[in-house]
């Protein structure tokens, strides 16, 4: 039978859904109409809200889109001046292209699409008004009552057809537990700075769960076979199953809700919700419970069991993907762009011909989506030259995940001319740390661009966790709009003007002094900056905090020490802004985190000529920085612990059920998986990142700990005792103590404690 979609998120749709109605089940038609009504307000935007509020022109003839949905998103973006901008659909513009026109108070923005439309704000926001909507952190406080006119109508058309954001890893290291409205957040700000291609995994457990139950399984062994929502990412990519879970038959439902309203809305701007399709993941015994059915055992991932895989060239494929994409529609409507990526990080083929597999896959894709993009991760040896020579590859889009990671790339030559993104992971785990290969963003876009025969169509945003970086953010999505090179040097100072609501020289200095340290790091073999020591598990060697992390400083550590000295200097009237609390409670951690690096050594030294005074000196040092870290980043909302463990609780109907979910938080961060992923598969503190609560309670505990048995053997002149790490960051995980859910203190007093306690630059 269906599942019903449950009332309680019914009754906050913002409008009926645009497509796929008629697949709905009659009983949920009926209650999506009655909760979706035309002309339901969206919250705060009643009569009194929208009082001031342009009206938007009338959409010339053959316009083939509603003002609506960007309308409400201008109003969330700049609830107190998006009366002063008039939105026109276009209908003979691309859909990739906006005109920026107007006088002071009055500005007219043209587009095909109305992500393009917001697009074109973002365009005056940070090219004419001079302000910032960052992710995270903004600058809006800081614009004048009357918004200044344009001195001239612009113009921009996108380069490239094809603007992709989020990486399959995104939900479960950005907030696999976030609410509607941070997701809606997250849309807005995408299409602000012109994404036109989002990945929509929330809910992509439902059409299994669904589908799967008429092919022999119950939903309680299905609810038991799915991840917590912490971990569904790996699962979806055919790495893992089971982890975190079991989930409950609500959950799934009411993921699925939130989902379907995510695609509704990216419709409704006239972006493509990326969906997941199916390529053949399948629970354990299916060939067993479906005569006729051939799967092949997929092996060990990172320590972890493998979902079994489906042979696509099989008739019970066939059957099981039709009801597969039936079951999502029924939520999720219909999209043009599916991603699938099979044989992730390894797998096994036995004895499927992958050339065939791969053509199977795509003509199910395309009997229940005709003419559907497939794309695909570019990451390690996929795409494979046999999946590739399997497929229609007209209708594929790689995206590459290694773009700006190595040098003496081709893609032409190692894809065969299949187009494809050019995309960044400048972020792994969700780690805060400040940097990215930034200049070589800049060189490869153009020169790919320029390359004869390119198949370059297009950019992916991809980083493993999204909110981190909003410099990153800001310049990597910009490529795709700027007509002529980006010049870096430029680029950062006009961001730094903007990034505080005007130009300001300490804040000019201290964004010169980040660009060329952490946002100037070449390519060859990383494409993130290295992580705190603070967050590795203790040892006097300890060279990093994840495994898979670089293991030095990527850039010369004086450029953040020297740029946290000129923000402290920056005008006190442009302190207030989200964004400049971000960047200085951000720069003072980076700073703080790299002299970990410096103290370590000296610990070990210490240690080593048995100098126990000045190992009691320098480990109090390390206690110090730790306490001082916490309490710095528990000043902002973005570093936060309890605001992670809380949006996992609330998801629970009973206590036992928040527990769970709890766990499956705590454990991303912490323990990643059982013991066997932790250590064999190294993969504990993939997710390390210096938030309060997190750094208190997990890492200043380990590192005391530690620093302890060290002392102790000092004093007994023998071998330090054995500490079983991993029994201790279980029995973290496995804790639901509370955490601060909001910033307390002041962050700029804070952050001139910071560094008044840190070494002057070039002194270390």
């Known amino acids: 039978m269906r599942i019903p979609l449950p009332r309680r998120g019914l009754r906050r749709l913002p409008g009926p859904r645009p497509v796929a109605l008629a697949a709905l089940p009659a009983a949920l038609l009926a209650l999506v109409c009655a909760a979706a009504a035309p002309g339901a307000a969206a919250p705060g935007a009643g009569p009194a809200a929208r009082a001031d509020v342009r009206t938007d022109a009338p959409a010339p003839r053959g316009a083939a889109f509603d003002l609506a949905p960007a309308r409400a998103s201008l109003e969330r973006l700049l609830p107190r001046h998006s009366g002063q901008f008039t939105l026109v659909a276009d209908a003979g513009a691309a859909a990739d292209t906006f005109t920026v026109s107007g006088t002071a108070g009055?500005?007219?923005?043209?587009?095909?699409?109305?992500?393009?439309?917001?697009?074109?704000?973002?365009?005056?926001?940070?090219?004419?008004?001079?302000?910032?909507?960052?992710?995270?952190?903004?600058?809006?406080?800081?614009?004048?009552?009357?918004?200044?006119?344009?001195?001239?109508?612009?113009?921009?058309?996108?380069?490239?057809?094809?603007?992709?954001?989020?990486?399959d890893t995104d939900d479960g290291y950005s907030g696999p537990y976030r609410s509607f409205e941070e997701h809606q957040r997250q849309i807005d700000l995408l299409a602000l700075h012109g994404v036109n291609e989002v990945f929509v995994q929330v809910g992509a457990e439902y059409p299994y769960y669904r589908a799967l139950q008429d092919f022999g399984y119950t939903a309680e062994e299905l609810r038991q076979w799915i991840p917590g929502p912490g971990h569904q990412s790996w699962w979806l990519l055919q790495n893992l199953s089971g982890f975190g879970g079991p989930v409950s038959d609500r959950l799934v439902r009411e993921r699925a809700e939130l989902g379907g309203r995510l695609a509704e809305q990216l419709r409704g701007l006239g972006m493509t919700p990326v969906l997941p399709g199916y390529f053949g993941t399948v629970p354990p015994e299916f060939a067993a419970r479906n005569p006729g059915a051939v799967t092949v055992a997929q092996g060990d991932w990172a320590g972890f069991d493998r979902p079994d895989w489906l042979d696509p060239a099989s008739p019970a494929f066939g059957k099981l993907a039709a009801a597969y994409y039936a079951a999502q529609r029924s939520v999720f409507g219909d999209s043009t762009m599916y991603r699938m990526s099979p044989l992730h990080e390894g797998g096994q083929t036995g004895n499927v011909d992958v050339k065939a597999a791969a053509g199977a896959i795509q003509r199910a894709l395309h009997a229940a989506h005709p003419g559907a993009l497939w794309a695909v991760l570019g990451w390690q040896d996929d795409p494979t030259a046999e999946l590739l020579a399997g497929v229609d590859?007209?209708?594929?889009?790689?995206?590459?995940?290694?773009?700006?990671?190595?040098?003496?790339?081709?893609?032409?030559?190692?894809?065969?001319?299949?187009?494809?993104?050019?995309?960044?992971?400048?972020?792994?785990?969700?780690?805060?740390?400040?940097?990215?290969?930034?200049?070589?963003?800049?060189?490869?876009?153009?020169?790919?661009?320029?390359?004869?025969?390119?198949?370059?169509?297009?950019?992916?945003?991809?980083p493993e966790a999204t909110g981190t970086n909003p410099a990153a953010f800001d310049l990597f999505t910009d490529l795709a709009w700027e007509p002529g090179p980006v010049d870096q040097r430029r680029w950062f100072a006009e961001f730094a003007a903007r990034r505080y609501g005007r130009p300001d020289a300490a804040a000019a200095a201290a964004w010169e002094e980040l660009r060329k340290g952490p946002y100037s790091t070449s390519s060859g073999l990383w494409s993130e900056s290295q992580d705190s020591l603070f967050t590795a598990r203790p040892s006097l060697s300890a060279a990093g905090a994840a495994y898979w992390s670089p293991k030095s400083m990527r850039y010369p550590a004086d450029s953040v020490r020297r740029a946290l000295d000129h923000l402290l200097r920056v005008d006190p009237a442009l302190r207030g802004s989200s964004a400049y609390r971000f960047d200085l409670v951000d720069t003072a951690r980076q700073a703080?985190?790299?002299?970990?690096?410096?103290?370590?050594?000296?610990?070990?030294?210490?240690?080593?000529?048995?100098?126990?005074?000045?190992?009691?000196?320098?480990?109090?040092?390390?206690?110090?920085?730790?306490?001082?870290?916490?309490?710095?980043?528990?000043?902002?909302?973005?570093?936060?612990?309890?605001?992670?463990?809380?949006?996992?609780?609330?998801?629970?109907?009973?206590?036992?059920?928040?527990?769970?979910?709890?766990?499956?938080?705590?454990?991303?961060?912490?323990?990643?998986?059982?013991?066997?992923?932790?250590?064999?598969?190294?993969?504990?503190?993939?997710?390390n990142r210096e938030w309060s609560g997190l750094v208190s309670e997990l890492y200043a505990g380990r590192w005391k700990l530690y620093f302890d048995s060290l002392e102790e053997a000092l004093l007994r002149q023998a071998a330090p005792r054995e500490i079983d790490w991993h029994a201790y960051e279980e029995e973290w995980a496995r804790r639901t103590t509370r955490h601060p859910a909001r910033p307390s203190g002041d962050p700029y007093e804070l952050a001139v404690g910071i560094a008044a306690a840190l070494p002057a630059a070039g002194s270390n």
Not at 434 to 459: C, E, M
Not at 620 to 632: G, I, M, P, T, V
Request: aromatic share 10%; hydrophobic share 40%; no cysteine.
């Open 106 to 167: 009055a500005i007219t923005v043209r587009g095909g699409t109305g992500a393009t439309l917001l697009t074109g704000v973002g365009w005056y926001l940070q090219h004419v008004a001079g302000a910032d909507i960052g992710w995270p952190g903004d600058s809006i406080g800081m614009l004048p009552a009357e918004l200044p006119a344009v001195p001239a109508p612009v113009t921009r058309s996108a380069l490239v057809p094809h603007r992709y954001a989020l990486n």
């Open 393 to 462: 590859t007209s209708k594929l889009l790689i995206l590459d995940g290694l773009s700006d990671r190595y040098n003496r790339l081709d893609r032409e030559t190692r894809w065969g001319g299949v187009p494809y993104a050019m995309g960044s992971i400048y972020n792994f785990g969700g780690h805060t740390t400040i940097g990215a290969n930034s200049s070589v963003w800049i060189d490869r876009f153009g020169a790919w661009r320029a390359k004869g025969g390119s198949a370059l169509a297009g950019t992916a945003y991809i």
């Open 592 to 687: 703080l985190a790299n002299h970990s690096r410096v103290l370590l050594p000296k610990i070990k030294a210490a240690y080593e000529a048995k100098d126990l005074a000045r190992f009691r000196e320098l480990t109090a040092q390390w206690a110090e920085a730790e306490r001082k870290l916490d309490a710095l980043i528990g000043s902002d909302p973005h570093f936060l612990l309890g605001d992670w463990l809380g949006k996992a609780r609330s998801w629970g109907a009973d206590e036992a059920e928040r527990d769970r979910y709890e766990y499956d938080a705590r454990s991303i961060l912490s323990v990643w998986g059982r013991r066997s992923t932790s250590e064999g598969g190294f993969l504990h503190d993939y997710a």
